[in-house]
Structure formats: C-alpha cells, structure tokens
C-alpha cells in the first residue's frame, strides 16, 4: 500500500484498515531498520541488518525455514530468526536455536528459527528478523498511535480470493483523512495498491525497499543489442570479404551437381554452427565475468538459477535466428554465383565494396555516438559530485554514533590526540543524511510546514561552515533546548512565509518557535535533491544523544583515516563504517557511475569490433585494387600519393559517419541530461573529440595494409593478375 508519491507509510496503520476492510485477510507491516546495528550474542560484538515484521510474515513471503514451524517462528515478542548466513557467522557449528541476542539496552531475543538468505526480493537482506512491536525500543516515535514517521515502514495486504480492495482505495484515503495526519493536512491525498511483482520497476519511491533501475535495464538492452548488431554485420562484412574465394568452392561445386538451395543451406549452417559455437564461448566467458559483473551492477547474479527448459528453447530459438541473419545476405550472394563469372575473373570486381561500406559507416555511426555518451556521462557525473551544496565537505569524515555514550566519549577524546585532527564535533543529523523530518500544520499560514532538522555543537557548525546571514542575537542559552529555538534556511523563511524582523513563528497550539536567525541554503544530499527548508539547532554532547560524530583533518586523509579506524575498532570492537564527506557524495551517485562504466565498457568492445572489421575489409579493399596500384606506380604514381589515396578511402566513410552521428548522439544525449536540473552544456569538442577519436584509429586500422600496398612491387603485382 502507498500514496501517489511513495510506498511507505506508518506501521500500525495495517491494523486500522484490518479491522475496518473485510475484504483483507492478513496484513503484515515490516521496517527495515535504518543502520547498522550492533548486537551482542555473549562478549562478542557484531554488526547486523535488522528487519521488524510482523508474526505473519512467513504467512506471505516464502522464504525457506530451515528449522522451526513457520506459523509459530514469531509467536512471542522475544523471538527472532536469523538468516543462514549470520548463523554461521555468530555460531559457527553450534545448534543456534535457543541461543540469546541482546539488541540494546531492552531488548534481548530467543533464537526461535535459521531462514535462507533473503536474496532476488525487494525486501532487503536481514541478518535477524524480529517482531515488529520491539520497534518502539528503538525509535519510539514509529510506534505512535499518531502515525508518526510516517513513511518509515511497509505494509503489505494479503486481499481474500475474489476481493478487489482497490475499488476500496477512495474509500481508504476519505477515513485517512479523518485519522491520518499526512491526509489530513492534504500532504497526500490517494491510496494505491501495487501488485508486489510489480513493486521492482514501478515508478514510486519505494525508500528502503530494494528496486531495480529500468533506465540501466534498458541502456544494457540498447548497447548490447548495437555490439550484437555489430557482431553480426562483420560476420556479414568478413564473408562477403572472402566472398571471391568462397564463390570459387562453390562454383566447383555447382559444376559437380549441388544445386543453388543445397549451396544455400549449407552456408546458412555454417552460420548458425558458428553462432552456436560463440553461444557456448560466450557463457563461459560470463561466468567467468560473474564477479566483476555483480560489482559493476551492485546485485547478485547466478547464471544457474536462469536455467529452464523456458530459457534453453529460448536461447536456441535466438542461435537459430541470429544464424538465419547472419547468414542470409552473404548464402544468397555466393550460393548464386555464376561459374563464368569466376572463369572470367569478375565477380570479385563486381562485387567490391558493394555491401561493406554501409557496415562500415554503420559501425562508425554507432561508434562515435557511444564515445559521444560515455564522454558526456563521465563529465556530467563528475558536474554533480562535485557540484557545491552550500556547505564544506572536503576533509570530513562521518562517523554513525552507536549506542553507548561512554565508548562515544572516549573514542573522541583519542581521536582529539591525533596531530592530523583539527577538531571533533558532535551532530544530530547532518546535510548529507538529512537529519530529522518535521512536518506540522501552521495555524497562523493556514498552511502545513515541513523542514528538515539538523543539530550540532559549535565544532560541527564550523567545520561544516554554515553561514548565518542574519543573526538575531538572542543568545546562546538554546543550546540545550531542540524544539525551542534554530536557525531556518533561507528556503525555509520563504516558504512559512515569515515576516521581516520576526523572531518566533507559532507551529501549532503547544508549540512557539524561536529564530535566533537565518542561515544560507544548504542542499541536503546531493545537488539532484530539491532545495529543502532546513532548522538547524545548537546542541552539546551533554544534552543531546549524538547521531553522527563528525571529524575535520588536515594532513593526509588516508593515513588519518586508517588511524580513526584503528581506535573505533579498538574502543568499540566493531568494524569501522566512518566515511568522507565527500565519499558519500559520490557514493550517492553510483547509478551514474554505473552506466557510464557500463557505457564506457562496451564502447571499448564497440571500437575494437569496428577496428577489427575495419582492417579486415581495408585488406580485402587493398587486395582489390592490387592491379589499380600497381598501374598507377608504372605510369609514375609516387608512393606516398598511392598511399594517402587508399587512407583518404577509408577516412571518408570515418567522415561520413560523424555527420550522421553529430545529430542523432545529440539528440540522445541532450534528453538524457533534461533529467538533470544541474546540468553541463553539451559542448562541440565533446563531439570533436569522439569524431577524432574515431578518425586516428580508422587511420592507424587501414595504414600498415595501405603502406605495404603503395610500397610493393608493381611488377610482382601484374604478374600475379
């Protein structure tokens, strides 16, 4: 269940339309929780991905259970299930049913069942599975019978057979309206249902569930059908290439009694063994790319799980067609030759060049446009991470705080004595993970008001050098009160609409806050995000719970890293999950870095097909003209006019090409970037560039043939003809 804008929403709202909706059978809200978790099973610290659910949970997802009744695995509060992995993890050999979990300070879980790994799903990895009702001890707020965080968690309905609950979606969204604060005050106004099979791709923010990229999807689609398409057109290239040697085989063969249809279908076998043959060679090689393949799409695939009598047909089906293709044109060619033509000499000249100059503008085309989108991507990519976000981010590194603030204190103090630290600070929040959401109805504005709050002591407020362009003195006695007082954002004075010279707004009937003054706009995230209001409030160690410790060297960041890491694993016996700022900037765009390795790694496989394909027709061209040449060179030809002539053949098609290719990568390229609001220009050297590109490989392709062909001995050649 979502709203227009996404699928989240409050988890003990599932147990208000149960009671109201017959027409559900189960229900069963799950959060994944946010944050690496640190758990203890004895002395021994782990880190671990907790998923809350509730009890029903078994009921509508099946993941196997390798021990334990499914209907009575979460019966208790106390009981969990842990993953086969963390099992082996945490217990080695041991038997880990009845074993205990402490999750934090009120929390501690039975081991009541091990399920398999939970992969292929858009639920996320769990090490440990508990009760959803144990969310409160971790963020009491999600638990509210008022449906705070609203969009923290995921509901999912099991509708009775024959039921149709999304005629029931007005319905739904008229009694949130009455209880639900977030239709309330109209921040959303519709229900949706979305089928879980096609939660994967759908268009909706589906937060901490796991989805798939469509655009990547179909961009590994579209450049790898253009290096099949390649593939195929210089199978078809290289054979009409020999088509002068083939068509004497089979013009002997004619004279020996095979027919035209028997000539036909054996080069169509030929081409079809052959497309099997790469068929077999190439998953070997994807098996081998495996690895490299699951890095480069950040999933997890297994060739083996694709194995089906549904897939073999299929991908014989595809060898028989892509066979047919392959080689209809370069069969009807040669299976039709006429035996006099190769008596006479002059099918080889008939043919020449007919069928290959189009492939090899066609190669080029696809070429530079593939050039053209890599260069741009990769600019564009780097555009953003480095775009400025109205904070500082060089030299800072963001530790998630965990829970023991005892361990907190003495890591910072250790850290303090590091001569490459320049100083510790302390946040509830920061620009890049953007702290807390608060969303309330103003009364004065008659309007709603959401804005995101960020907290910090003065060390954080420096480092990240925040600038307060209107400062209204009040004071620094708000230190310790988080809803009472703050600095808005620009953003967020002009969407509350505040007064000039305004010091408090009211928020609601209990709640008056006070504005020690404005701050510069920061965007929160990465430059993509929309400019969000932001309140950002002074707090200490002392009264505030920290969320992040951040840390500002100087010096040389590897070397301070590695000495942070060695203290907080020291101190906290966990594994160090501190980042750079600017780590996590770029780690944020990590779809774009996908695609454009992806983009920049077929358009490698794409040059070098085409260069293959380029040399094999240059030689047979060159073998072509072998008389022409040598005719030339007796009537007084230079060497060096022989050769630029045959290089400015092949530089031609290259030419060609970047006329076609200019427009059709530009207009590609100019829709790919209107999904960017901060975006580069597209500038001609990116498209000069590509064309130049393509041009001295073309030339280095074709100039060792051509050099050897203006150099060789003009008498050798006429003898041979």
Same mark, same amino acid.
């Given at each position: ?255 020996? @009694? *095979?027919?035209?249809?028997? $000539?036909?279908?054996? /080069?169509? &076998?030929? %081409?079809?063994?052959?497309? +099997?043959?790469?068929? =077999? ?28 009598? @549904? *897939?073999?047909?299929?991908? $014989?089906?595809?060898? /028989?067609? &892509?066979? %047919?293709?392959?080689?209809? +044109?370069?069969?009807? =060619? ?388």
């Amino acid at each position: 269940m979502g709203n227009e804008e996404r699928l989240g929403s409050a988890y003990r709202l599932a147990y208000r339309i149960q009671e109201r909706y017959p027409e559900i059978e189960k229900i069963c809200p799950l959060a994944p929780w946010y944050e690496d978790e640190s758990v203890s099973i004895g002395t021994s610290k782990l880190k671990v991905n907790l998923l809350f659910a509730d009890s029903t949970f078994f009921d509508f997802f099946d993941f196997k259970l390798y021990t334990a009744n499914p209907a009575q695995v979460l019966a208790a509060r106390n009981y969990a299930v842990i993953s086969r992995t963390f099992a082996r993890k945490a217990f080695g050999n041991e038997d880990p049913l009845g074993k205990s979990i402490t999750l934090n300070d009120s929390v501690s879980v039975i081991v009541n069942g091990v399920m398999e790994d939970i992969k292929n799903s858009i639920i996320p990895y769990c090490d440990i599975l508990v009760r959803i009702d144990n969310i409160k001890h971790f963020n009491p707020a999600m638990d509210s019978e008022e449906f705070n965080n609203a969009g923290s968690a995921y509901i999912f309905i099991l509708e009775k057979e024959n039921a149709r609950l999304q005629d029931k979606a007005d319905d739904m969204a008229a009694f949130f309206k009455e209880i639900f604060w977030l239709y309330k005050q109209e921040i959303v106004n519709k229900v949706q249902f979305i089928p879980l099979k096609e939660i994967y791709f759908c268009d909706m923010d589906g937060g901490m569930l796991k989805k798939g990229d469509w655009k990547l999807v179909m961009i590994l689609m579209s450049v790898g059908l253009a290096i099949l398409l390649f593939a195929i057109t210089n199978y078809i290239n290289l054979t009409v290439a020999q088509s002068g040697f083939r068509a004497k085989e089979m013009a002997a063969r004619r004279l020996l @009694g *095979s027919t035209r249809q028997e $000539l036909f279908a054996r /080069l169509m &076998l030929e %081409s079809t063994l052959l497309c +099997l043959i790469s068929f =077999l060679l190439a998953l070997f090689l994807a098996a081998l790319c495996i690895p490299y393949a699951n890095d480069l799409l950040a999933t997890k695939i297994d060739i083996a799980d694709a194995v089906s009598a @549904g *897939s073999i047909w299929a991908s $014989l089906c595809l060898i /028989l067609i &892509l066979g %047919s293709i392959s080689g209809w +044109l370069p069969a009807t =060619l040669i299976s039709n030759v006429n035996p006099l033509d190769i008596a006479k000499g002059s099918f080889g000249r008939r043919n020449k060049m007919v069928f290959s100059r189009f492939f090899i503008i066609f190669q080029n085309v696809i070429t530079i446009v593939l050039l053209v989108a890599s260069i741009t991507m990769a600019v564009q990519t780097r555009h953003l991470i480095h775009a400025p976000l109205g904070y500082n981010t060089k030299n800072i590194i963001d530790v998630p705080a965990w829970n023991n603030k005892e361990e907190i204190s003495v890591f910072a103090n250790e850290v303090k004595q590091l001569a490459s630290v320049k100083r510790v600070g302390f946040a509830q929040g920061t620009p890049f993970n953007g702290g807390n959401n608060f969303t309330q109805e103003y009364p004065d504005k008659n309007k709603n008001l959401s804005f995101q709050f960020l907290g910090g002591d003065t060390a954080c407020y420096e480092m990240l050098n925040l600038q307060i362009i209107k400062d209204n003195h009040l004071g620094t006695s708000n230190i310790n009160h988080y809803f009472g007082h703050g600095y808005l954002s620009q953003q967020a004075v002009k969407e509350i609409e505040m007064e000039e010279g305004a010091t408090e707004i009211r928020v609601n009937e209990n709640w008056t806050l006070q504005v020690d003054g404005v701050i510069r706009d920061i965007r929160l995230g990465n430059i993509t995000a929309d400019l969000r209001p932001v309140l950002f409030f002074f707090s200490s160690f002392e009264s505030r719970y920290p969320w992040d410790i951040l840390i500002e060297t100087q010096g040389e960041p590897d070397i301070t890293f590695e000495q942070i890491k060695q203290i907080y694993e020291r101190v906290t016996q966990l594994d160090f999950n501190g980042k750079f700022v600017d780590d996590q900037i770029k780690e944020s765009f990590a779809s774009e870095q996908r695609i454009n390795k992806i983009v920049m790694l077929f358009t490698a496989v794409a040059v070098l097909i085409a260069l293959l394909g380029l040399l094999a027709m240059s030689t047979y061209f060159i073998r072509q003209r072998t008389k022409e040449i040598a005719v030339r060179k007796v009537h007084g030809a230079e060497n060096f006019k022989v050769l630029s002539e045959l290089v400015r053949v092949f530089l031609g098609y290259v030419l060609i090409a970047f006329v076609i290719a200019v427009p059709v990568s530009w207009y590609i390229m100019r829709h790919w970037l209107d999904d960017y609001a901060y975006r580069i220009s597209l500038s001609p050297w990116i498209f000069i560039a590509a064309g130049v590109f393509c041009l001295v490989v073309s030339f280095i392709s074709v100039y060792w043939q051509s050099r050897r062909a203006a150099n060789a001995n003009p008498v050798k050649a006429l003898k041979s003809e």
